[in-house]
C-alpha cells in the first residue's frame, strides 16, 4: 500500500508549488498571444512609463540580471524598447505600439483564466489570498 507522503511544513516549497501550479495555467492560456504569464507581466507593468531595467526588476520581485534576460526576448518580438536614460548606466523600459497590441490580444485570454481561478478557489478566497499574499509581502520587503 502505498502511503500519502506527510505534508511538508516548508512555507517555501508550498508556495512555489501553488506558483507553479497557477503559471502552467497562465501559461496554457496565454500561448494563443504569444506569451507566458511573465512575459505578460513585465508587459502589464511596461505600460506605467518610465520604469527602469532596475525599478522594473524591483517592481517584480525579480534580480536585475534575470529581468535582463527575459527583457531580451520582448524587445526582440518589438514589443520593449529599451532606452537611454538621463544617466547613461540607465536604461527606461519603454513599451512599443506592437506591444500595446500583444497586451490587448492577451488581456481577455489572461481575463478568462483569472475568473476560472476564481471560480475554482471561491472569491472570497482568492480575495483572502490576496490580501494575506500582499501583506507577507510587504513584511518580507521591509528592512530587518
Given at each position: 500500500?502505498?502511503?500519502?507522503?506527510?505534508?511538508?511544513?516548508?512555507?517555501?516549497f508550498r508556495l512555489r508549488?501553488?506558483?507553479?501550479?497557477?503559471?502552467?495555467?497562465?501559461?496554457?492560456?496565454?500561448?494563443?498571444?504569444?506569451?507566458?504569464?511573465?512575459?505578460?507581466?513585465?508587459?502589464?507593468?511596461?505600460?506605467?512609463?518610465?520604469?527602469?531595467?532596475?525599478?522594473?526588476?524591483?517592481?517584480?520581485?525579480?534580480?536585475?540580471?534575470?529581468?535582463?534576460?527575459?527583457?531580451?526576448?520582448?524587445?526582440?518580438?518589438?514589443?520593449?524598447?529599451?532606452?537611454?536614460?538621463?544617466?547613461?548606466?540607465?536604461?527606461?523600459?519603454?513599451?512599443?505600439?506592437?506591444?500595446?497590441?500583444?497586451?490587448?490580444?492577451?488581456?481577455?485570454?489572461?481575463?478568462?483564466?483569472?475568473?476560472?481561478?476564481?471560480?475554482?478557489?471561491?472569491?472570497?478566497?482568492?480575495?483572502?489570498?490576496?490580501?494575506?499574499?500582499?501583506?507577507?509581502?510587504?513584511?518580507?520587503?521591509?528592512?530587518?
Open positions: 500500500m502505498n502511503a500519502m507522503p506527510a505534508p511538508t511544513a516548508c512555507t517555501c508549488k501553488l506558483s507553479r501550479l497557477l503559471s502552467q495555467r497562465y501559461d496554457a492560456a496565454l500561448a494563443p498571444a504569444g506569451l507566458n504569464v511573465n512575459q505578460f507581466s513585465i508587459l502589464r507593468r511596461a505600460e506605467r512609463p518610465r520604469y527602469t531595467i532596475g525599478s522594473l526588476a524591483a517592481e517584480l520581485g525579480m534580480e536585475r540580471t534575470t529581468l535582463s534576460r527575459d527583457l531580451r526576448h520582448l524587445v526582440d518580438a518589438g514589443w520593449l524598447r529599451l532606452v537611454a536614460g538621463d544617466d547613461a548606466r540607465r536604461r527606461h523600459v519603454v513599451l512599443t505600439a506592437a506591444g500595446r497590441r500583444t497586451i490587448e490580444r492577451a488581456l481577455p485570454l489572461w481575463r478568462g483564466v483569472q475568473d476560472e481561478v476564481e471560480r475554482d478557489l471561491g472569491a472570497t478566497t482568492v480575495a483572502k489570498l490576496h490580501v494575506d499574499l500582499d501583506r507577507a509581502m510587504q513584511r518580507l520587503e521591509a528592512p530587518r
